[in-house]
Every structure is written in C-alpha cells, then in structure tokens.
C-alpha cells in the first residue's frame, strides 16, 4: 500500500495512478451485474474515463463529472437505470479511495 500524502494527490496521475485505477475498476466490478452492462459500459468509457478525483481532506474523496454527462452517452442517457447507475459509480469510487488510502472508519 502506498502511503497517502495529500499534496502527491495534486499529482495524482504521476503517484495514485494504480490506486486510481483499482478504485474505479473495484466500483465498477460491484455493479457488474446488477445493472444493464450497456449502461453501464456507456458510464464507464465515456463518462468515468473523463472524471477527475480529488481529495477534499479529513478522507473525504470527490469526483468531479465532465459537463452533461447524459450528453456524452447518447440514448444511453434515456435509460431508466442513468441517473441510478451514475450515482452509484460515483459513490462507491469514493468509497473505495477512501477504503485503498485507509481512511474507511477513520474520519
């Protein structure tokens, strides 16, 4: 595990480029199955692959969304599961940064 510094977060991609992409693999894997993989998948490479993380201290994680994310999927965008799907992957990535850098239960 790699220690977590807040000012190494500034350059995230250069340190947390692993921890970055486990986070956002791990909250996609839970969802795998539980919603429609194209609503999902439309999420995770158009959406997702366009967020940036950022750490707002006291453990806290924030992902930030590219403007009009329904726009950038589509018809996607009309699917009843959308709204629900994006909320949940933004969610769970958070949760999970906070879970890779140990801050689960701490703050």
Do not use: C
């Amino acid at each position: 595990m790699t220690e977590f510094d807040p000012e190494k977060f500034e350059e995230k991609y250069v340190y947390y480029f692993e921890e970055l992409e486990e986070a956002y693999s791990a909250a996609y894997q839970q969802l795998h199955g539980r919603y429609d993989s194209t609503v999902l998948k439309a999420i995770d490479r158009q959406v997702l692959s366009e967020s940036e993380p950022f750490y707002d201290g006291d453990g806290e994680f924030r992902v930030e969304l590219p403007e009009n994310p329904s726009e950038r999927v589509g018809a996607v965008a009309d699917h009843e599961q959308f709204d629900a799907v994006l909320a949940e992957l933004v969610d769970r990535i958070e949760s999970e940064l906070q879970r890779l850098f140990e801050f689960d239960g701490d703050a």
